[in-house]
C-alpha cells in the first residue's frame, strides 16, 4: 500500500522536477555562454596591454667599456634607492631635476670638499642628514654620466602607466545583454510549462508572462537598433600608442599644429609621419612606452610605409560636412563635436554622428551673423529692427535636405 502511495506521488511531484531541472541547465547554458564571451573581450584586452611593458634600456650596450651602471649603483645601493624611500641617503628618484650635472659630478666624486667650499644645497643636504658625509667615489666624469642617466631610467620606469591609453568616461551606450537574456527566459520558460509540464495551474498567468517577455524583448531589441550602425563609444586600437592626453594635454600641442586642414578645408586631417619628426627625432623616450612606440615612428619614415591609423569618425559618402564651415565660419571648438580630446587616451566617439544630431544642433545654434556672406541677407533686417532676436542655423536654411545631401 505504501508503495503504490509513493509512486502516486512522485508521479505528481515529477512535472515539478522536469520543470526545475530544464529551469538550472538553461541557467547554467546561458551563464557559461556569457562568460565565455566576456572572459574573450577581456583577454583581448589584456593582450593589448601586456605589449606595453617599458623597453629594457640599451644604455649598458653602448658602454661596453665602461663599468655597467648597475654595477655602479651597487655601491650607492647601501644608502640610497630609487622610488623605495629614503635609506641612509635621500630617496634618488627624480634628483636628476634638482641639480646640474656639474654638482652631480663634483658631489659624487667628492661631497666633502663640497661641503667645506659652502655649496649651499651640499651644505643643506649635509645637516639635514645629521651631518653623516656621503663617501667618495672615484668615478670617471662619462661613468658619472651613465649612473646619472641610469638613475634617470629607472625613475621614469616608475612611471610608466601600461594603462596611459585608458579613458576615464565611457560613451558606449550600456549593454543590455542581461536584460534580454531575462525577456527570453520569461517567453521560453512559460512556453515549455504551457506545452510540456503544466506545473502553473492557470494557464493565463503563463499567457501573461510571456506577454511581459515579449515586451522586454522588443524594447530592448528597440534600444540595440538606434544604435545599429552607429559606433557611439567606438574607441580602436591604433597602430601606435598614441595618446591626445599625452601630447595636446600634458604637453599642450595645439590641435591645429598637426590637424592642419580643420580651420579652412573640409577635413580636419591626420598628420603624416614627418610631423611626428618635428618632435621624435630628438624625443626618443616615452614615459610610457619607453622606446618601442617611438621606434615605430622612425621605422615607418625608415621604410616609407604611412602609419595605418584607424578612423573613428566616419560619415556615410552621401553626408557632406566641412570643418571649415563649423570651425572657422561657425566659431564651434573641436570639443563642441569630439568630446575633451586633451583628456583623452584613446580617442572615443562621443556623438552618434546620426542626422538628428547635425539638425538639432543646427535649431539650437546662432550662425555668426557678422560674417561677410551674409551681408545680403533679408533677415539682417528682421534682427537689426528687433523682429527676430537670434538667427540660427535651421533659419538660413541649414537643415534643407540638400545642404548636406549630394
Ligand atoms: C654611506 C652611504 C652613502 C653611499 C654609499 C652613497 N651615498 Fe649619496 N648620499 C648619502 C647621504 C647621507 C647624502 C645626504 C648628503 C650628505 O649627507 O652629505 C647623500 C646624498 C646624495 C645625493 C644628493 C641627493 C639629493 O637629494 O639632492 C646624490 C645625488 C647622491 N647622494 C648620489 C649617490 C651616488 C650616485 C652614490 C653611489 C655612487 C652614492 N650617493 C652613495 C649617503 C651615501
Ligand atoms: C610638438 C612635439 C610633438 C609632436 C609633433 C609629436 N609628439 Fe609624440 N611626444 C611628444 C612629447 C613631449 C612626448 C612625451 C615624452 C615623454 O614621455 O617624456 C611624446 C610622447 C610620445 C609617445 C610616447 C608616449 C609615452 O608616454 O610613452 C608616442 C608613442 C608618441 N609621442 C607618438 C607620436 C606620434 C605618432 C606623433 C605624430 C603623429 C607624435 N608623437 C608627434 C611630443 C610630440
Ligand atoms: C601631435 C599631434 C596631434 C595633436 C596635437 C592632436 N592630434 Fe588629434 N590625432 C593625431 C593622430 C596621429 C590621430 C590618429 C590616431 C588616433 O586616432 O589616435 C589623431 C586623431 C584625432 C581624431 C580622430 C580622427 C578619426 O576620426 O580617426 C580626432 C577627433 C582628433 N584627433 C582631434 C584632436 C583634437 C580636438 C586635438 C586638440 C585638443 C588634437 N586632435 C590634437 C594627432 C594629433
Ligand atoms: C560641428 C562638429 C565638428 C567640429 C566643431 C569639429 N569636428 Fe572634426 N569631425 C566632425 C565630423 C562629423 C567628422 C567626420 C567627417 C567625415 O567622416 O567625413 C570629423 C572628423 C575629424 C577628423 C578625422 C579626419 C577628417 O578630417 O575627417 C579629425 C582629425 C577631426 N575631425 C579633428 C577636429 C579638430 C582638431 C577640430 C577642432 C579644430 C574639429 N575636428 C572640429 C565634426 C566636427
Ligand atoms: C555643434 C553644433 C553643430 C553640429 C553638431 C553640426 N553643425 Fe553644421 N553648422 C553649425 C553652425 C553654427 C553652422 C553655421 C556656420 C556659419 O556661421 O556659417 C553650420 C553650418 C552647416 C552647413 C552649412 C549650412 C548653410 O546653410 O550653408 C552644413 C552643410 C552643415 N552645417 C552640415 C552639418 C552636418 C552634416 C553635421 C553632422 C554631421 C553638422 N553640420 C553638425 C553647427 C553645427
Ligand atoms: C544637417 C545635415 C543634414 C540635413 C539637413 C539632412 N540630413 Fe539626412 N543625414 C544626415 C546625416 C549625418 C546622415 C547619416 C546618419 C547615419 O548614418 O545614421 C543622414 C542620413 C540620411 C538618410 C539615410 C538614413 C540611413 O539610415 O542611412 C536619408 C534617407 C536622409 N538622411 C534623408 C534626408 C532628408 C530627406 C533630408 C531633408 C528633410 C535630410 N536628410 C536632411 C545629415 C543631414
Known amino acids: 500500500m505504501n508503495f503504490l502511495y509513493m509512486i502516486l506521488k512522485l508521479k505528481k511531484i515529477l512535472p515539478n522536477i522536469k520543470f526545475i531541472s530544464f529551469l538550472f541547465i538553461f541557467i547554467f547554458a546561458i551563464t557559461t555562454l556569457i562568460n565565455a564571451n566576456l572572459n574573450k573581450n577581456l583577454t583581448s584586452k589584456t593582450d593589448s596591454l601586456k605589449t606595453d611593458t617599458v623597453k629594457k634600456d640599451t644604455l649598458s650596450k653602448k658602454t661596453v667599456n665602461l663599468r655597467s651602471p648597475q654595477e655602479m649603483f651597487l655601491s650607492c645601493a647601501r644608502c640610497h634607492s630609487i622610488g623605495k624611500g629614503k635609506l641612509v641617503g635621500p630617496d634618488l628618484f627624480d634628483v636628476i631635476s634638482r641639480h646640474d650635472s656639474a654638482w652631480f659630478a663634483n658631489f659624487i666624486r667628492s661631497s666633502d670638499s663640497m661641503v667645506k667650499a659652502g655649496d649651499t644645497s651640499a651644505l643643506r643636504l649635509y645637516l639635514a642628514y645629521e651631518k653623516l658625509p656621503m663617501p667618495n667615489h672615484d668615478f670617471s666624469p662619462e661613468e658619472i654620466q651613465v649612473l646619472l642617466n641610469y638613475i634617470e631610467l629607472e625613475g621614469k620606469k616608475l612611471k610608466a602607466n601600461p594603462n596611459f591609453l585608458d579613458n576615464t568616461v565611457n560613451y558606449a551606450p550600456r549593454s543590455n545583454s542581461w536584460l534580454f537574456i531575462l525577456s527570453i527566459l520569461l517567453i521560453l520558460l512559460p512556453l515549455f510549462d504551457l506545452i510540456f509540464s503544466n506545473f502553473l495551474k492557470y494557464k493565463i498567468i503563463n499567457v501573461l508572462l510571456i506577454l511581459v517577455g515579449l515586451a522586454i524583448c522588443g524594447k530592448v531589441l528597440g534600444e540595440e537598433a538606434k544604435y545599429l550602425g552607429r559606433s557611439l563609444g567606438y ?4 597602430p601606435i600608442k ?17 590637424h592642419t586642414g580643420a580651420i579652412d578645408s573640409r577635413y580636419a586631417s591626420i598628420p603624416a609621419t614627418t610631423l611626428c619628426l618635428n618632435c621624435h627625432n630628438v624625443i626618443r ?8 612606440e617611438i621606434d615605430k615612428i622612425h621605422q615607418a619614415v625608415d621604410s616609407g610605409k604611412s602609419i595605418q591609423w584607424v578612423k573613428v569618425y566616419n560619415l556615410p559618402d552621401h553626408v557632406f560636412f566641412s570643418h571649415a564651415q563649423h570651425v572657422k565660419d561657425g566659431k564651434i571648438n573641436c570639443d563642441k563635436c569630439h568630446g575633451d580630446v586633451a583628456n583623452m587616451g584613446r580617442i572615443q566617439q562621443v556623438t552618434d554622428l546620426s542626422m538628428g544630431w547635425c539638425m538639432n544642433c543646427h535649431k539650437e545654434t546662432e550662425v555668426q551673423f557678422d560674417n561677410k556672406y551674409y551681408t545680403n541677407y533679408k533677415l539682417q533686417e528682421d534682427l537689426k529692427s528687433g523682429k527676430i532676436s537670434k538667427v540660427t542655423v535651421e533659419d538660413i536654411g541649414g537643415n534643407n535636405c540638400q545642404k548636406c545631401h549630394y
Open 235 to 238: 574607441e580602436p586600437d591604433q
Open 242 to 258: 598614441f595618446s591626445h592626453r599625452v601630447h595636446a594635454g600634458e604637453n599642450k600641442i595645439n590641435c591645429i599644429y598637426c
Open 285 to 292: 623616450y616615452g614615459t610610457n612606452t619607453g622606446e618601442g
